[in-house]
């Protein structure tokens, strides 16, 4: 089917805050911005279901005129992360989380956010409050704005971004976009795992289709698991409801009924549910008992209110959500099952990604016009993320549209190779055939096997086993995919689109947690049950070279802080990075 011709200045992939200020931040600078979205305008990607806290240091939030925590500092704030990341964290990127985000807050606040409430180093509103001001924004500015639009590969000349190949989900036809320089803000993976506590859009088409076009990706071992989110009843499973009573108070116990945090050393304890430390300890804790078969049926432990009454849980839910009318216990049939005393089957689930796409202080791919940002990006968070994603995106969209913006000042566009687009067009067709494999079923099976053996705890053998499934899936299988001939809407070839995607970084993220034999942050290898500082304080690289992957190492970028050298049990480890942090920042 012929394709339409689209010109731009600078394409902004993605539908959520990191790639709506990446537009407005082109605008600022003068540029021509186009933003496309696979999902519906600003109803897409991470944002809309954000809860959504942003971050910064308590001392400015106090000047700002919040009661944030004024003996706080940002450089305090700066070495918490550090410590919550295990020192893996891009320094460089961290300070500029850091230094930006009052600009940013103060911004949203213009942009006309409600603040729901403030705390120590957080003030709260809602993703639909975040999204929808990005969104009048990016209209006032003057962004052009295509919605229910994926972006397929990208046209490079010479390691240089000439255009990129869209697919408009509603008619079926393609469009050829002609740009000097793309932004990639298209989020996180969640759609590889199931259960998983993401949007259904989120397929991490934007980290594959910047690996397939030469950028390096990094860290993809790295997946932080949020814990406590229901596997049962089935309407509420990948809810973070769970996750949010659990913060109030409550109960885990296994199937023998024993209440199993009790066996890990109090103080890792209680820093470890007390504080936002706990998407990995508790992760962590819940995946050691399923695989030791005291897990419950679908593959969790149990959450009930244990010696937490009722009444006190009630009382903490209307302190932690005001003005949100009980926001977690507003699940009736949740909440129902708690009070009469019932448990409730949760577990760890994925929800966040620690890597990404690699980039510079000015948010650059090693490809020439090729930016990122989000949480698309290996950011500055290390090896586990505690800190806001909220802050991350605006902060990295608006550097990475302004640079964006600079770069097609200073260049003269690539004609883009039209050849190119027709072989990427050829490519995207190979499944409409009437018959082959099932995309929705191949892809549960890959979504399964990924929950259980890429978890918050891996081992040699079932990460090998995995990597033959996909190695499998992506020789034999994926060429196999069947989506009918029907182009308008046809939701089994965006499925088979999205799958290769899938495949693409979990194989990434496989590869890369059996090379690294250490256990670090939200990686943990049961056969290496340390963290070696000695051996693997560096990143794991990804590059790909004609459909291979191929893995190096790099040292992580440090200006102030250093790790402490030698070889330290896991836990032992989570206990001195907690240690480490400071007294504000209580649930962050």
Not at 39 to 68: E, I, V
Not at 147 to 160: A, F, K, N
Not at 554 to 571: C, E, F, Q, S
Request: hydrophobic residues 40%; contains cysteine; glycine residues 10%.
């Amino acid at each position: 089917m012929s394709a339409n011709a689209v010109e731009t200045d600078v394409l902004v992939v993605g539908g959520g805050g990191a790639a709506f200020r990446a537009a407005i931040g082109v605008r600022e600078k003068g540029g021509k911005a186009l933003l496309v979205s696979k999902g519906p305008l600003a109803r897409c990607g991470a944002t809309p279901m954000a809860g959504a806290d942003f971050t910064l240091d308590g001392r400015t939030l106090s000047r700002m005129g919040f009661p944030g925590e004024p003996n706080d500092s940002p450089e305090t704030f700066f070495s918490d992360i550090v410590h919550q990341g295990f020192y893996l964290n891009n320094q460089r990127l961290l300070d500029h989380y850091v230094s930006a985000a009052p600009a940013r807050l103060k911004e949203l606040i213009d942009w006309g956010i409600k603040i729901r409430k403030s705390e120590e180093r957080a003030i709260y509103t809602t993703g639909i409050e975040i999204i929808d001001a990005l969104h009048r924004k990016a209209k006032t500015v003057g962004v052009d704005m295509m919605g229910d639009t994926m972006i397929l590969d990208l046209v490079t000349d010479d390691h240089r971004v000439a255009g990129a190949l869209g697919l408009d989900l509603r008619t079926g036809r393609f469009i050829r976009f002609h740009t000097p320089a793309v932004v990639v803000a298209t989020g996180g993976w969640h759609k590889a795992f199931w259960p998983n506590a993401g949007m259904r859009d989120l397929s991490g088409d934007g980290i594959a289709i910047a690996n397939r076009a030469g950028a390096e990706i990094g860290n993809m071992e790295f997946i932080t698991f949020c814990n406590n989110i229901p596997l049962s009843p089935p309407m509420w499973r990948g809810s973070l409801a769970g996750y949010i009573l659990s913060f109030l108070g409550g109960e885990l116990t296994n199937n023998r009924n024993e209440a199993f945090l009790n066996t890990y050393d109090p103080f890792v304890v209680e820093k470890g549910t007390r504080m936002e430390w706990n998407k990995g300890f508790v992760s962590y804790a819940t995946a050691v008992e399923v695989r030791a078969g005291k897990g419950s049926p679908e593959g969790g432990v149990y959450y009930s209110l244990g010696p937490t009454p009722w009444p006190l849980l009630e009382e903490r839910a209307m302190a932690y959500f005001p003005g949100w009318k009980y926001k977690a216990l507003d699940l009736t049939d949740l909440a129902l099952k708690l009070k009469n005393g019932e448990k409730i089957e949760v577990g760890a689930v994925a929800e966040y990604f620690d890597g990404g796409i690699v980039v510079n202080e000015r948010f650059e791919t090693s490809v020439e016009g090729l930016y990122a940002a989000g949480e698309c990006t290996l950011g500055p968070f290390g090896a586990n993320r505690v800190c806001s994603a909220i802050t991350e995106m605006l902060v990295q969209g608006a550097d990475a549209g302004w640079n964006a913006a600079s770069y097609t000042r200073e260049t003269t566009p690539a004609a883009p190779d039209q050849h190119r687009f027709r072989n990427f067009e050829e490519k995207a067709e190979n499944p409409l055939r009437e018959k082959g494999e099932s995309p929705a079923k191949m892809r549960r099976a890959v979504q399964v096997k990924a929950h259980s053996h890429l978890g918050p705890v891996r081992n040699h053998g079932e990460l090998t086993s995995f990597l033959q499934l996909l190695e499998k899936a992506k020789k034999d299988d994926l060429p196999r995919l069947a989506a009918k001939r029907n182009r308008i809407y046809n939701k089994e070839w965006f499925d088979a689109l999205e799958l290769e995607n899938i495949v693409h970084l979990l194989e990434a993220a496989t590869r890369s947690a059996l090379f690294r034999t250490e256990s670090r942050g939200v990686h943990c290898r049961e056969d290496f049950p340390f963290t070696n500082n000695d051996d693997w304080l560096c990143e794991t690289i990804v590059a790909c070279t004609g459909g291979t992957l191929g893995l190096s190492t790099r040292p992580p970028v440090m200006t102030t802080l250093t790790a402490p050298k030698g070889v330290i049990p896991y836990l032992d480890m989570w206990k001195k990075m907690m240690e480490a942090h400071s007294p504000v920042g209580g649930n962050h």
